[in-house]
């Protein structure tokens, strides 16, 4: 789970990637982006 936190706190913090996942899901997809997240932990 640490692992896993590591990893969204680097995407989070790389606005380069960020904006990548926001185009690649657009705001519809955010939902089930989170929801796939919160499976994963």
């Known amino acids: ?3 896993h ?3 969204i ?3 989070v913090l790389n ?3 960020l904006k990548y996942h926001f185009r690649m899901i657009g ?7 989170w929801f796939i997240l919160s ?3």
Not at 27 to 33: E, K, N
């Open 27 to 33: 705001l519809h997809g955010v939902g089930s982006f």
């Open 39 to 41: 499976e994963r932990i």
């Open 5 to 7: 936190l590591t990893n």
């Open 9 to 11: 706190i680097k995407v």
């Open 15 to 17: 606005p380069k990637i």
């Open 1 to 3: 789970m640490h692992h």
